[in-house]
């Protein structure tokens, strides 16, 4: 029954991160005009504007000049749905289903915007940033890392400061080793070519403040490694991909999704694995 609930809104949710994929990277405002078909301009009926189900009835064409719906409408919708209803399955009820939705959500939105234009708008990323902040006062963060070394300095950090503390060094992290890594790209490319955009700085240091810092490196890990693997077979298997400008932020924001709803698991084990944690 939750399920079924939490599947409706992900749907009703999906919707609305369609009209923020379409208009934030053009800095359009999500809220006025109504949606309307980008061909013909005809505004579009409250009846069309079912999540999915009008996408299907309609069969992908607008109603009034038959212009083809980007299947992408679709796509963002249902898989909103499923991720959201994965939130809940890892979740539960809970503040972190809360605040693990919200992550997902703005990944959405900048996994199809740096998708479709290369861009990733600090309207999204700002405010993840601030929102990522003040959820730590009430969410736990991990901060194992700076609670390890207070404990061998004797100090002992309270739940809330030590959560905001493992969101900042999450940030710290996250933008920091990105930017330490773009640049390094950049001296070693002679100065040439931009590896890695300050969207994608901006991106992590968002993560970084939802997931603190092991989960954080967890994630670029697993973005630049699915990356490398993807960007590098296509471009063994077709040439027209050899100068293609590969979207570095949907790989991170693919592997952050992950690591928000599952990286745990194999972040233990890997620390069990390398001795790390008993
Ligand atoms: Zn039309």
Redesign the pocket.
Known sequence: MFYFVVGIFGLVLGSFLNVCIVRLPNEESILVPRSH??????PIRWFDNIPLVSYLLLRGR??????GISPRYAVVEALTALLLMATFRRYGLSPEFVKYSALVMMLIVLIFTDLNQRRIPHAVTVFGISLGLVLSFFTQVDNRPVEWLAERMGLFLPGTVSSVLGAIVGAVTGGGLFYAVGEAFYILGGRQKEYLGFGDVMLMLMVGTFLGAPLTLLTILLGSLGGSIIALSLTLAAPRFRNYHWPYGTFLGIAAIYSALDGTRLLEAYLRWSGLAS
């Open positions: 078909c980008p061909r013909c301009k005809h607008c109603r009034d000049c038959q212009a």
